[in-house]
């Protein structure tokens, strides 16, 4: 069926939304894709909606084609569902929760987990049931902080989210792989830029888990890629390679210096370059100093535990990594009481010997090995010491990923060094284990006739993120500009000439385009001008524009590539069959 | 692509759920389509949501054939919108309601008049972009305060809704007709059995309306059908013909009797019977008795009115009717209070003309006409009168439908008499007019430059029901049966001989229907007895099962309709020809 653009459901914006700060929020709406009704919610208009619906046809052949099975489950959910993993409370703010009119608590899902556990231990009960991997494309909520970006990050959104069950590690790491290959056909299908990043599980669980990252300057999520190899990693699932332990003999003693103007790091270091201190025979550095960061770490229905954490001097805390690190135990820094209620704690000269002598636990970066010397606190006012020995003159409990992530750092395996970049999460893969079979007590008959808990892995992506990504990294200054295949349509037909004759031929060739399958915008808009046309043409982005103007006299017809900006004339005769040939889905 | 019974996701079950009552809701579960989370909150497993995604692709096409255009809103919509029009209030307990992490006041969506009019107001001005049809397929919520029979009527459900705007009432009672013609497209499809009903049109407002009920002793509606005739109504709208006026000269003058045995309506009639009363110079009957009602209507945000209500003695009261016959308002008996505090009203023995004495506002059943004459309560304890003549010795402030309708009652137009059925509402449209549009300020420049406020049509139609209502009606004792287009398999391939040959044979013809682009479900347990994979494929209900058995040594394939119970044998040489010429979809 041909869309007439006289009649669709269509208005195209001059100005960007005034809440919208990224390209893709702001073409998106210009382009009457979507609209907003609340912050976070939006409407799917008929050209997001075709778009979604072309993204979702290409997720559900690549989960068909590797035995995953379609079903699904409610957005309405029960409480005790959730209450059972300990989710109901640990989603926090994020979890929208209502009651119906009995009382009764509900929540709108944000993720399946729990609910596929425990419709697969309700539906299957041998060893032979096994392996099986279900997924649903369906609505998911989540009442984020700060809603931003139109549909890059919403409260109501579209997630293809599945669930593989298998009876050991090794099922689990072939149902892994599945998806990973899985992600990968969609995502190149679609025309992504991305990076597979080693990732950390957070509140998931479990133990391996990679992300998908589309590599975008509107991204929040930072991540790495090694210069040399094929290396990237979420930020905070970067490994600090350790140096080599070194030998302490022979190592200049230990040396307390007053230091009253030392207050700050780089302070500390002008003083010890004016005293000409050195380490390793050469004048210290930034590097050679060494932070004591004083901080609570509590776990789950725990009690905080005083913790010092150990950093070189040239880095910052990246709390995020800090955080991840010790996750599901949260952080906060020690604050003022903390520190009066011990007084050895003395702030600006907090040394590693003074916490590990009143039995604070010790955790520092894998930097800070066996035979490093430091300049640090002293653990009394105006007061550092130089030449304290890692493994002489203090040891730690535990190394810690706490330190920020610099562009340049080396990266693993001799891949070269780190690059720093943004990217959107648009999927992300978890060998989850046992946590929710156990949780949900799934007992299937193993091979001998034992019960045993099945492993499970659970696998998100963002369906409708995907369009706003899409957005971001193929818009131009001109709009948008759709791959093949995703885009609303697979043409845009449009008349650029007052001749009724001109009109009639584009009539017919927007006919034929239609009867050989393609999907076919036809602006017949009889008062609106060429060149308005044009702009709404650039700004829609369908990637090939067919233009019957000028040249029809000449039984020419203009062709625009959107996506290379290329223009040809082809002949109008057998232009059906030109067209229909360039285009491929 | 083949699904094969040794992997799908599918466990049927022997017994029926123990909280199921109606057959589709037995059915499904047993048969693996459905499974219940929570009152009224069901998930869709592989082959529910394969009939689901049919019903889907058909609404579609009818929807795109009237063009209408699809698009998709959110379901978890802001307070505002409601409360413009009241129904954030008006809905009650059967509104999903939430706050989000900032305190604001959300609904799960039950229905979506205000955000389309919202939505419409936002893109269109001008009379040229009339008229427009928007239609989204989406899950919609209701807090049922009895959530029954599985998916019949469930608390979240989808719908697909629609919404046009029109200039004028002619472009309304168009858009009204491309749906009721849509619809009939397709239910006449599905193969439903259905009942096109006269409506009221309850909490929506606006004028005409009417409902697609499919016939079905599980439906909760009850409707009527002429016995001669195509007419079809809602109990609540039918309208009850009322007689001639008769003249009152002549007829006997009113009679207090006193009555102290005549406690209920039967009584009075053996007590005027053993008087020898006549009317017309007939023996009296029950409907020559006269009740009166007395009630309380509350319009809204108004004060309750005490009404007296009367009806011929031989008809109860219909709640129902009489609510819909006052809506908005709402009704409730009088209690004792009432009866305390307004001493004229004498329990037992209310008549007409005490009520209108005393200034309470009289409504009669139509077939009270000037004219008539009644034997009713005299508004003294133990005393009735007789031969009270309507128009002469009472009047009414007007009329009001609240009597019962009975299977035999007249149908209008002479049309025969009425049968009451049972039926299952699947469809509903509503010419509303500028009740919404209105709401939201609505303006559009006509065709003069002047503001002009369009008319609004709403349609909705139930999708995830239908899986249910085809379920109810197409079943029989050994399960579900699908019609051919809906099914979730065209053709369900089962092995039923041992031998490794005609399971190859199998294996290659479920290939070939594949092949040639059927939906193959391919039953090739090997350990499963030929028995009970017949039961299962009952108990699936695809239409068309063919069997690699016994025959096959002698190269043939039995095919099973399951609609028909036919049972043929073929050739295997050819039989996918054959069977692909027979599935029609």
Redesign the interface.
Known sequence: ?ITRMS?????TLREDPADAEVPSHKLLVRA?YI?R??PG??????LG?RV?HRIEAIVRREM?AI?A??????????REYYEKTGRWTEYG??L???K??KGAD?L?GPTHEE?FTD?VK???SSYRDFP?I?YQIQ?K?R?E?RPRAGILRG??FIMKDSYSFTMDDEGLEEAYQLHRRAYRRIFDSLGVEYAICAATSGAMGGSASEEFLAVSPSGEDTFVRATDGDYAANVEAVVTPAPAERPVDGLPAAKVYETPDATTMDALLEWARSENLTVDGRPVELSDTLKCLVVKITPPGGEPELTGILLPGDREADMKRLEASVEPATVELAGEKDFADNPFLVKGYVGPKGLADNGVRVLADPRVVTGTSWITGADRKNRHVANMVAGRDFTVDGYIEAAEIREGDPAPEGMGTLTLERGIEIGHIFQLGRKYTEAFDVQILDEDGRRSVPTMGSYGLGVSRLVAVLAEQMHDEKGLRWPAGVAPFDVHVVIANKDAAAGEAAQELAEGLDAAGLEVLFDERPKVSPGVKFKDAELLGIPLVVIVGRGFAEGKVELRNRLTGETTDIAYDGAVGTISGMVSR
């Open positions: 069926m009649t669709f459901f269509l208005r009457g609209r009704v609340a919610v939006y409407s799917w208009l008929p909606l979604l068909d035995g099975q379609e079903i699904r489950l409610p957005a309405l959910l029960p703010d994020s929208l929760r209502l119906d009119r509900y709108l609910m419709l309700g539906e299957y099986v279900l609505t909520y009442d902080e409260r109501e």
